[in-house]
């Protein structure tokens, strides 16, 4: 029973491109959180979907980032027109629902050169 | 605004002694606390979890109470091993599952 599986784990972007990160949850888990950690920070609530629902966005800033979870295929988090800023971990969870039984991926270390 | 803040960011230990690790949260509605560590390049991995009707969860090494009425939870490991130097988070639930972290305690259990 594989467990959260992101990818890629590490991702290099230049100033203005897009970044696309996947999150495929575990298996029987309907639930997805998307998370970023900072540097030297504690992990930052971003975003909270179920299938092909977007439940709370909270956390998102309001330009540039968007998340999905289609009917079919991993949860995407999906940044256009990066900035250095950018830069961080990015982790997903899932979970049967609630916050137990939650599960963190490996997360997707990106960095905008 | 921290709603949850863990106000030391290191902690050095001997091995075989208690590690005790603190967090505070501000949020009354909190219903749920868990605790994650994390290696470095890694993602967290939950540790324990205690309900916000308890006040002691205990798990082998680890055990986390809970104060209510001062809104502070510890983490208590016995004894500590070396294994266990990693980054610990605290984190606090609200109902849809959304946890509110705090910023982590490097923990550092010297041989």
């Known amino acids: 029973n594989a467990g959260v599986m992101q990818n890629p784990r590490h991702l290099v972007r230049r100033r203005g491109q897009e970044a696309r990160l996947r999150c495929s949850p575990m298996k029987g888990h309907s639930h997805v959180y998307w998370y970023r950690q900072l540097p030297e920070e504690g992990l930052k609530f971003m975003v909270y979907?179920?299938?092909?629902?977007?439940?709370?966005e909270s956390g998102m800033p309001k330009e540039r980032f968007s998340a999905e979870f289609p009917k079919e295929g991993p949860s995407i988090l999906r940044i256009q027109q990066v900035v250095r800023g950018d830069s961080a971990a990015y982790f997903c969870a899932s979970s049967p629902g609630g916050a137990y039984g939650y599960t963190f991926g490996s997360g997707t270390r990106l960095t905008v050169v | 605004d921290q709603q949850v803040k863990q106000n030391s960011p290191s902690l050095s230990v001997q091995e075989g002694r208690i590690s005790i690790l603190n967090c505070d949260y501000t949020n009354s509605m909190f219903d749920y606390f868990l605790w994650y560590k994390k290696y470095p390049a890694e993602g967290p991995t939950f540790l324990i979890s205690i309900s916000s009707i308890k006040d002691k969860n205990e798990d082998g090494r680890f055990t986390v109470f809970l104060n209510k009425s001062a809104k502070h939870l510890s983490l208590h490991i016995v004894p500590s091993q070396p294994g266990d130097s990693a980054v610990y988070f605290c984190a606090a639930a609200l109902s849809q599952g959304n946890l509110i972290f705090g910023k982590g305690t490097k923990l550092s259990v010297k041989p």
């Open positions: 979907l179920q299938k092909e629902n977007i439940i709370d």
